[in-house]
Protein backbone atom coordinates (compact mmCIF):
# COMPACT_ATOMS: atom_id res chain seq x y z
CA UNK A 1 0.00 0.00 0.00
CA UNK A 2 1.42 3.20 -1.23
CA UNK A 3 1.94 6.27 0.90
CA UNK A 4 -1.49 7.75 -0.42
CA UNK A 5 -3.50 4.89 0.61
CA UNK A 6 -1.89 4.94 4.04
CA UNK A 7 -2.92 8.90 4.52
CA UNK A 8 -6.20 8.67 3.05
CA UNK A 9 -7.33 5.86 5.36
CA UNK A 10 -6.80 8.65 8.26
CA UNK A 11 -9.99 10.86 9.25
CA UNK A 12 -10.97 11.14 12.96
CA UNK A 13 -14.60 12.08 13.35
CA UNK A 14 -15.55 14.52 16.45
CA UNK A 15 -18.91 15.07 17.71
CA UNK A 16 -19.39 18.35 19.57
CA UNK A 17 -22.50 18.65 21.33
CA UNK A 18 -24.21 22.91 21.17
CA UNK A 19 -26.83 24.91 22.15
CA UNK A 20 -29.40 22.77 23.41
CA UNK A 21 -29.71 19.46 21.31
CA UNK A 22 -27.29 19.86 18.31
CA UNK A 23 -24.30 18.10 17.12
CA UNK A 24 -21.79 20.06 15.34
CA UNK A 25 -19.11 17.17 13.59
CA UNK A 26 -15.31 18.08 13.11
CA UNK A 27 -13.94 15.74 10.34
CA UNK A 28 -9.88 15.55 11.15
CA UNK A 29 -6.91 14.64 9.34
CA UNK A 30 -4.34 14.14 12.51
CA UNK A 31 -1.67 13.81 9.64
CA UNK A 32 -1.42 16.84 8.13
CA UNK A 33 -3.80 18.99 10.59
CA UNK A 34 -6.51 19.68 8.57
CA UNK A 35 -10.24 19.75 9.85
CA UNK A 36 -13.70 20.66 8.23
CA UNK A 37 -16.77 20.99 9.99
CA UNK A 38 -19.90 20.25 9.35
CA UNK A 39 -22.86 22.37 10.68
CA UNK A 40 -21.38 24.70 12.52
CA UNK A 41 -23.95 25.91 14.82
CA UNK A 42 -21.57 28.37 16.64
CA UNK A 43 -18.00 28.91 16.29
CA UNK A 44 -16.49 29.02 19.69
CA UNK A 45 -16.71 25.57 21.04
CA UNK A 46 -15.15 24.80 17.18
CA UNK A 47 -12.45 26.76 17.26
CA UNK A 48 -11.82 26.09 21.47
CA UNK A 49 -10.96 22.51 19.58
CA UNK A 50 -8.98 23.31 16.62
CA UNK A 51 -6.80 25.37 18.89
CA UNK A 52 -6.64 22.34 21.49
CA UNK A 53 -5.32 19.85 18.23
CA UNK A 54 -3.28 22.85 16.70
CA UNK A 55 -5.55 21.96 13.44
CA UNK A 56 -6.48 24.04 10.38
CA UNK A 57 -9.83 24.28 9.30
CA UNK A 58 -10.18 24.47 5.44
CA UNK A 59 -13.71 23.81 4.96
CA UNK A 60 -17.50 23.86 6.20
CA UNK A 61 -20.24 21.74 4.98
CA UNK A 62 -23.85 23.02 5.31
CA UNK A 63 -26.53 20.33 4.72
CA UNK A 64 -28.93 23.97 4.77
CA UNK A 65 -29.54 27.16 5.83
CA UNK A 66 -31.30 26.96 9.22
CA UNK A 67 -29.26 29.48 12.07
CA UNK A 68 -28.69 26.22 13.98
CA UNK A 69 -26.27 25.15 11.28
CA UNK A 70 -24.67 28.07 9.65
CA UNK A 71 -24.93 30.23 12.90
CA UNK A 72 -20.76 29.58 13.16
CA UNK A 73 -19.71 30.45 9.62
CA UNK A 74 -19.32 34.06 9.93
CA UNK A 75 -16.83 33.59 12.75
CA UNK A 76 -15.26 31.00 11.14
CA UNK A 77 -14.67 32.65 8.04
CA UNK A 78 -12.57 35.45 9.83
CA UNK A 79 -10.62 33.18 12.04
CA UNK A 80 -9.62 30.97 9.00
CA UNK A 81 -10.40 33.44 5.59
CA UNK A 82 -9.10 30.70 3.30
CA UNK A 83 -11.28 27.87 4.01
CA UNK A 84 -14.07 27.13 1.33
CA UNK A 85 -17.79 27.20 2.38
CA UNK A 86 -19.90 24.34 0.70
CA UNK A 87 -23.27 24.29 0.64
CA UNK A 88 -26.87 23.13 -1.77
CA UNK A 89 -26.80 25.26 -4.86
CA UNK A 90 -30.96 25.63 -3.96
CA UNK A 91 -29.91 27.13 -1.00
CA UNK A 92 -27.93 30.08 -2.66
CA UNK A 93 -28.31 33.27 -0.70
CA UNK A 94 -29.39 31.67 2.58
CA UNK A 95 -26.06 30.31 3.71
CA UNK A 96 -23.32 32.78 4.75
CA UNK A 97 -20.32 33.13 3.13
CA UNK A 98 -21.05 30.26 0.78
CA UNK A 99 -19.20 29.77 -2.32
CA UNK A 100 -19.36 26.54 -3.75
CA UNK A 101 -22.86 25.54 -4.73
CA UNK A 102 -23.52 21.80 -4.63
CA UNK A 103 -25.92 19.14 -6.67
CA UNK A 104 -26.63 15.83 -5.87
CA UNK A 105 -24.24 13.28 -7.22
CA UNK A 106 -21.28 16.21 -6.71
CA UNK A 107 -18.32 15.95 -5.34
CA UNK A 108 -16.77 16.79 -2.37
CA UNK A 109 -12.53 16.13 -1.32
CA UNK A 110 -11.97 17.57 2.22
CA UNK A 111 -8.99 15.79 4.46
CA UNK A 112 -8.03 13.93 1.81
CA UNK A 113 -11.15 11.79 1.73
CA UNK A 114 -14.08 12.46 -0.94
CA UNK A 115 -17.69 12.84 -0.11
CA UNK A 116 -20.98 12.19 -2.23
CA UNK A 117 -23.45 14.35 -2.37
CA UNK A 118 -26.94 13.67 -2.27
CA UNK A 119 -29.77 16.22 -2.59
CA UNK A 120 -32.85 15.24 -0.07
CA UNK A 121 -34.79 18.40 0.63
CA UNK A 122 -37.93 17.87 2.04
CA UNK A 123 -37.13 19.65 5.56
CA UNK A 124 -36.20 22.15 3.75
CA UNK A 125 -36.50 22.56 -0.52
CA UNK A 126 -32.53 23.00 -0.42
CA UNK A 127 -31.34 20.52 1.48
CA UNK A 128 -27.94 18.10 1.03
CA UNK A 129 -26.12 15.13 3.02
CA UNK A 130 -22.42 14.14 2.95
CA UNK A 131 -21.89 10.61 2.63
CA UNK A 132 -18.07 9.08 2.69
CA UNK A 133 -18.11 5.72 1.78
CA UNK A 134 -15.95 3.03 3.42
CA UNK A 135 -12.48 2.50 2.19
CA UNK A 136 -11.74 -0.66 2.93
CA UNK A 137 -14.64 -3.53 2.67
CA UNK A 138 -14.97 -4.02 6.25
CA UNK A 139 -15.03 -0.03 7.21
CA UNK A 140 -18.68 1.67 7.33
CA UNK A 141 -19.36 4.68 5.69
CA UNK A 142 -20.30 7.57 6.65
CA UNK A 143 -23.56 9.78 6.43
CA UNK A 144 -23.96 13.33 7.34
CA UNK A 145 -27.70 14.00 6.66
CA UNK A 146 -28.41 17.17 9.14
CA UNK A 147 -31.79 17.57 9.61
CA UNK A 148 -33.47 14.66 6.96
CA UNK A 149 -32.81 11.46 8.97
CA UNK A 150 -32.75 10.92 12.63
CA UNK A 151 -32.51 8.58 14.89
CA UNK A 152 -35.41 6.56 15.49
CA UNK A 153 -37.74 9.91 13.09
CA UNK A 154 -36.86 12.15 10.60
CA UNK A 155 -36.71 16.08 9.95
CA UNK A 156 -39.93 18.27 10.13
CA UNK A 157 -41.07 19.87 6.89
CA UNK A 158 -40.51 23.97 6.41
CA UNK A 159 -40.22 24.68 2.96
CA UNK A 160 -39.70 21.52 1.19
CA UNK A 161 -42.54 18.61 0.86
CA UNK A 162 -44.24 15.83 2.94
CA UNK A 163 -43.21 13.64 -0.83
CA UNK A 164 -39.53 15.27 -1.24
CA UNK A 165 -39.12 14.32 2.39
CA UNK A 166 -40.05 10.22 1.83
CA UNK A 167 -38.08 10.20 -1.60
CA UNK A 168 -34.97 11.59 0.01
CA UNK A 169 -35.47 9.18 3.06
CA UNK A 170 -36.00 6.28 0.04
CA UNK A 171 -32.75 7.60 -1.41
CA UNK A 172 -30.43 7.28 1.89
CA UNK A 173 -31.92 3.86 2.43
CA UNK A 174 -30.19 2.44 -0.38
CA UNK A 175 -27.11 2.29 1.32
CA UNK A 176 -25.31 -0.49 3.03
CA UNK A 177 -26.66 -0.99 6.27
CA UNK A 178 -23.25 -0.83 8.03
CA UNK A 179 -23.31 3.39 7.63
CA UNK A 180 -22.78 5.47 10.37
CA UNK A 181 -25.76 8.07 10.62
CA UNK A 182 -24.45 11.31 11.65
CA UNK A 183 -27.79 13.48 12.33
CA UNK A 184 -27.44 17.02 13.51
CA UNK A 185 -29.39 16.65 16.99
CA UNK A 186 -30.06 14.20 19.91
CA UNK A 187 -33.85 13.42 19.30
CA UNK A 188 -33.84 10.21 19.56
CA UNK A 189 -35.95 9.77 23.03
CA UNK A 190 -38.40 11.92 21.99
CA UNK A 191 -38.99 10.56 18.44
CA UNK A 192 -39.29 6.57 20.00
CA UNK A 193 -41.91 7.86 22.70
CA UNK A 194 -43.50 9.06 19.73
CA UNK A 195 -43.06 5.54 17.51
CA UNK A 196 -44.77 3.41 20.74
CA UNK A 197 -47.33 6.17 20.85
CA UNK A 198 -48.27 4.73 17.12
CA UNK A 199 -47.06 1.26 17.53
CA UNK A 200 -46.94 0.16 21.37
CA UNK A 201 -46.82 -2.96 20.74
CA UNK A 202 -43.85 -3.14 18.37
CA UNK A 203 -40.87 -4.73 20.20
CA UNK A 204 -37.70 -3.17 18.12
CA UNK A 205 -39.01 0.56 19.08
CA UNK A 206 -39.36 -0.67 22.60
CA UNK A 207 -36.12 -1.95 22.61
CA UNK A 208 -33.98 0.49 20.99
CA UNK A 209 -36.07 3.27 23.56
CA UNK A 210 -34.67 1.11 26.74
CA UNK A 211 -31.58 1.38 25.16
CA UNK A 212 -31.46 5.28 24.38
CA UNK A 213 -32.85 5.88 27.88
CA UNK A 214 -30.02 4.31 29.60
CA UNK A 215 -27.37 5.83 27.32
CA UNK A 216 -29.19 9.41 27.90
CA UNK A 217 -29.27 8.47 31.99
CA UNK A 218 -25.66 7.96 31.37
CA UNK A 219 -25.52 11.32 29.68
CA UNK A 220 -24.04 9.60 26.77
CA UNK A 221 -25.21 10.39 23.01
CA UNK A 222 -27.24 7.86 20.89
CA UNK A 223 -25.20 9.49 17.66
CA UNK A 224 -24.20 7.84 15.30
CA UNK A 225 -26.96 5.58 14.47
CA UNK A 226 -26.56 2.79 12.08
CA UNK A 227 -28.68 2.41 8.52
CA UNK A 228 -29.70 -0.83 9.40
CA UNK A 229 -30.89 -0.49 12.93
CA UNK A 230 -32.98 2.27 11.60
CA UNK A 231 -34.60 0.62 9.16
CA UNK A 232 -35.38 -1.98 11.27
CA UNK A 233 -36.59 0.88 14.40
CA UNK A 234 -37.25 4.38 12.84
CA UNK A 235 -41.09 4.35 11.78
CA UNK A 236 -40.30 7.26 8.95
CA UNK A 237 -38.84 3.89 7.00
CA UNK A 238 -41.17 1.58 7.75
CA UNK A 239 -44.24 2.61 5.76
CA UNK A 240 -44.81 -0.26 3.70
CA UNK A 241 -45.14 -2.24 6.97
CA UNK A 242 -48.92 -2.90 7.03
CA UNK A 243 -49.47 -2.65 10.85
CA UNK A 244 -47.92 1.33 10.89
CA UNK A 245 -50.60 1.93 7.34
CA UNK A 246 -53.06 -0.06 9.52
CA UNK A 247 -52.42 2.82 12.27
CA UNK A 248 -52.26 5.44 9.49
CA UNK A 249 -55.51 4.46 7.94
CA UNK A 250 -54.31 4.21 4.38
CA UNK A 251 -52.47 1.44 2.24
CA UNK A 252 -50.18 4.06 0.20
CA UNK A 253 -46.59 3.96 2.00
CA UNK A 254 -46.49 7.63 0.56
CA UNK A 255 -49.50 8.48 2.24
CA UNK A 256 -48.57 6.63 4.77
CA UNK A 257 -45.55 8.76 6.15
CA UNK A 258 -47.11 12.16 4.90
CA UNK A 259 -49.71 11.72 7.90
CA UNK A 260 -47.40 9.90 10.27
CA UNK A 261 -45.28 12.76 9.95
CA UNK A 262 -48.25 15.21 10.49
CA UNK A 263 -49.09 13.18 13.57
CA UNK A 264 -45.11 13.86 14.73
CA UNK A 265 -46.12 17.59 14.18
CA UNK A 266 -48.94 17.67 16.54
CA UNK A 267 -47.30 14.92 19.12
Known amino acids: MGAMSLYELVMDIVRISVLSDNYV ?10 AAVVDPAEAQSVLRWLREH ?3 LVA ?21 PDL ?23 RVTVCDRTAEVFFTPGHTRAHIAYYFPPLTPDEPGDLFCGDTLFAGGCGRIFDGTATQLFTSLQQLCQLPDSTRIWCAHEYTVSNLTFA ?24 QATIPTQLGLE ?3 N ?24 RLRSQKDHF
Open 235 to 258: LFLRCHDPRLQQAMNTPNPRETFS
Open 54 to 56: DAT
Open 196 to 219: LSVLPEDSPSQSRYREAIALRQRH
Open 25 to 34: FILHNPIDRT
Open 84 to 106: VVYGGANDRGRIPQQQVFLQGGD
Open 60 to 80: ILNTHHHGDHVGGNPALVQQF
Open 231 to 233: KQT
